[in-house]
């Protein structure tokens, strides 16, 4: 084996590369990546170089010597069209065909798109990458309204990003409350408070139908009313990219089906990051979003691909960073767990902490990294300390490990 292509330049990719000269791989490596950018971090996409905070240049993962120095064939602004698995060829959008011994696909995700009229109007926004915040910066002028349909992480963090600019801002979510899918209540009322006490406004509950306006947005229609905006961020999520994969039959169900070796169906071919179904550590399955699944994921996907595998079991983790507010959260919550506040969230530091037959299963802290750190070792411990104990600030978080 010699040759190993890697669809996707982003934190997987990159990852790859670097796993595989750490392996001890010495063959060819051809990184491919539909952006102009070599890779780059995807988080503060919407909040410091949102903001103005980060130059383009510290996104960046790696130094462009970093790929000199590992003699990888970097490909950039191309996309793979089309996957031949019988000639073992990945075929690109400039019409180039990359032969490879093994493949890894590592094609993250897609924003999803709002289907309403006029979303395709001047003033309206998604966010995915590079280009698209350049392209929502210029609008973050003082005064401009600004209209957030979605309220999860992507649309607060636009958010307070544009309050900080001094925008009026209105997000529109569907669901009676944000971050709905990711937060439990304690932590989505807190934010909501918090957001309103930074001037946000909120329609919540409500659905939008259609996006008015002429030469540009004017207006968001809800079933609940119209929101007058100057611009539009549409944050209603991702879906994994996988349609190269499904082109060449491997099999896919909310992302491309690995199993806890990162292998697909085909044995030359292997998947990483946000675009994989893969075993979590419950002993189920899962998709997950995340840099740290991104990083790990890849990492065991290089040492299966070299034949040195190793089952993938981590404990996932997030983080959003929203005004001086970090949330940081692991594990994996899901509805029916018993829920246990630790903390008082009027002190905006505090931790919400999920039991699911009473094992620690989740946590999420609130400018509260030490129950973030001792969450982490209980999830992986399957701990299982009584819910009166861990609600009790008086007794040192630490003791529970």
């Not at 750490?22 to 102009?36: K, M, R, S």
């Not at 994969?245 to 199993?259: F, K, M, R, W």
């Not at 505090?350 to 699911?356: A, T, Y």
């Amino acid at each position: 084996m010699d040759r190993i292509v890697i669809i996707g330049a982003g934190q997987a990719g990159a990852q790859a590369v670097a796993s595989l000269r750490a392996e001890g791989f010495a063959g060819a490596i051809t990184l491919v990546g539909d952006e102009p950018f070599p890779p780059y971090q995807r988080p503060p996409l919407s909040k410091a170089y949102l903001s103005g905070d980060y130059a383009r240049e510290r996104l960046f993962l790696k130094p462009d010597s970093f790929y000199a120095e590992s003699q990888c064939d970097l490909r950039l602004g191309v996309a793979a069209v089309d996957l031949d698995r019988k000639a073992k060829t990945v075929t690109l959008s400039d019409g180039a065909g990359l032969p490879y011994d093994r493949l890894l696909l590592a094609t993250g995700t897609l924003v999803r798109k709002l289907p309403v009229p006029g979303a395709e109007l001047p003033g309206v926004h998604y966010l995915r990458g590079i280009a698209e915040v350049d392209g929502l910066r210029p609008e973050l002028v003082a005064g401009k309204r600004l209209a957030v349909i979605g309220g999860g992480y992507i649309g607060l963090e636009v958010a307070a990003v544009a309050r900080k600019h001094g925008l009026d801002v209105t997000v529109i979510e569907a669901a009676g409350r944000v971050m709905a899918r990711s937060a439990s209540e304690p932590v989505s009322a807190f934010y909501e408070a918090e957001h309103r006490g930074h001037g946000v406004k909120f329609l919540l509950g409500a659905m939008a139908q259609g996006i008015e306006g002429r030469a540009r947005v004017t207006a968001v229609v809800t079933d609940r009313g119209s929101v007058a905006a100057d611009a539009v961020l549409i944050g209603v999520g991702v879906v994994p990219d996988t349609s190269l994969a499904e082109s060449a039959g491997l099999p896919c169900n909310n992302g491309i089906v690995v199993d806890e070796f990162a292998a697909t169906a085909d044995p030359d071919i292997f998947a990483a990051g946000d675009c994989t179904n893969h075993p979590d550590f419950t002993g189920g399955r899962v998709r997950l979003e995340s840099v740290q699944n991104a990083i790990d994921q890849a990492k065991h996907a290089a040492a299966s691909m070299l034949g040195k595998g190793t089952a993938y079991c981590e404990v996932p983790w997030f983080w959003s960073d929203q005004y001086d507010l970090k949330l940081q959260i692991a594990g994996l919550a899901r509805p029916g767990d018993v829920i246990v506040p630790r903390g008082d969230p009027a002190s905006r530091k505090f931790s919400v902490f999920h039991l699911r037959g009473g094992t620690v299963a989740a946590v999420e802290a609130v400018n509260a990294a030490p129950d973030y750190i001792i969450g982490r070792k209980l999830i992986a411990a399957r701990a299982q300390p009584a819910p009166e104990r861990l609600a009790d600030i008086s007794i040192p978080i630490k003791s529970f490990v």
